[in-house]
C-alpha cells in the first residue's frame, strides 16, 4: 500500500524516494512547500476568520496599485496573481513545478518544527471536480479556458451558493519571481476542504522533513544552485547573499 506520508532527511534522500515514487506514474507532479508538516493546505484568503468582500479588496488593491502596474492588468484573475505576490489574500495557492524549489520553502524558515514536501497530481485533483481533460490527458486548465469563468471573482459576486472543488490553473508567469520558481496554482472556490482531504486521497502524498535537519538540507540546496537569489532575483536578495557571506 503506498504511504501518503513519508519522512525525508537530505536531498539525496527526497531524489530516492521520488525516483520511487514517480516510477511509472505519467502526467505532471506539482510541489509546494511548508514550514510546518501540521498547515493545511488552503490559501490565505480562505484562512481568514471573517473574510472581506473579495471584490472590495480587490478595488481597493487597485485603487493604488494601477499606477505602478505599466500595462495594468486586464482581467480580475490577473489581478488576483499580483495580489497573491503581494502580501494580500487571496483564493490562488502556490505550486512549483520543481521538488528543489519546494524543499527550499519547506525548509527556509528557522522553525524546529517538522516541515513538509508536498507533492500533488494535478489532473487527478481537477477530475475530482469533474474536469475530464478533452484534446490531451493532461490538459490543465489556463486562463482562456471556460472552466476557470465559474472560478474567477465577477463569478462568485454574482451568486451565493454554488460550491466546487479547488482547481489546478497554468497562470502566466508574469514575472521574474513566478518565472524563476516554475510557478503554478491551484484555485479555491467556496469549498473550504483542505486539498488533501478531498474525495479518495489519490491525488497527493507528502514528504515530511525533520526540523533538525532543515539547516543542512539549505546548505546543500544552495551547493546546487538554490539559494534565494535565484529563487528571488530582486535587489533585496543580492543585500542578503552579500551580508550572509561576509
Not at 36 to 62: A, C, G, H, Q, Y
Not at 130 to 155: A, C, K, N, R
Not at 218 to 223: V, W
Amino acid at each position: 500500500m503506498f504511504k501518503r506520508t513519508k519522512k525525508v532527511r537530505s536531498i539525496s534522500d527526497l531524489v530516492n524516494k521520488l525516483k520511487s515514487d514517480l516510477s511509472g506514474h505519467e502526467g505532471p507532479v506539482w510541489f509546494r512547500g511548508q514550514a510546518e508538516t501540521d498547515w493545511k493546505l488552503r490559501p490565505s484568503f480562505i484562512r481568514l476568520v471573517n473574510p472581506p468582500s473579495e471584490m472590495n479588496m480587490i478595488k481597493k488593491f487597485k485603487q493604488n496599485a494601477t499606477l505602478l502596474m505599466n500595462p495594468p492588468p486586464v482581467s480580475l484573475l490577473d489581478w488576483l496573481l499580483i495580489m497573491q505576490h503581494h502580501g494580500m489574500p487571496t483564493r490562488l495557492l502556490d505550486w512549483t513545478e520543481s521538488p528543489l524549489v519546494a524543499a527550499y520553502f519547506a525548509t527556509a524558515e528557522k522553525s524546529s518544527k517538522a516541515g513538509a514536501l508536498w507533492a500533488l497530481r494535478p489532473v487527478e485533483l481537477n477530475k475530482i471536480g469533474g474536469h475530464e481533460p478533452e484534446d490531451y490527458e493532461f490538459d490543465i486548465p489556463s486562463i482562456e479556458d471556460s472552466i476557470l469563468e465559474t472560478y474567477v471573482p465577477e463569478s462568485l459576486a454574482s451568486e451565493r451558493t454554488s460550491r466546487r472543488s479547488p482547481l489546478a490553473v497554468i497562470l502566466p508567469r508574469n514575472n521574474t519571481r513566478m518565472q524563476a520558481q516554475l510557478g503554478v496554482f491551484t484555485i479555491n472556490h467556496r469549498d473550504t476542504t483542505p486539498i488533501e482531504e478531498i474525495g479518495k486521497k489519490n491525488h497527493i502524498w507528502k514528504y515530511e522533513i525533520a526540523g533538525d535537519t532543515k539547516k543542512e538540507i539549505q546548505k546543500e540546496l544552495q551547493i546546487i544552485g538554490f539559494s534565494k537569489f535565484q529563487l528571488f532575483p530582486e535587489l533585496a536578495s543580492i543585500g542578503d547573499a552579500v551580508m550572509g557571506a561576509s
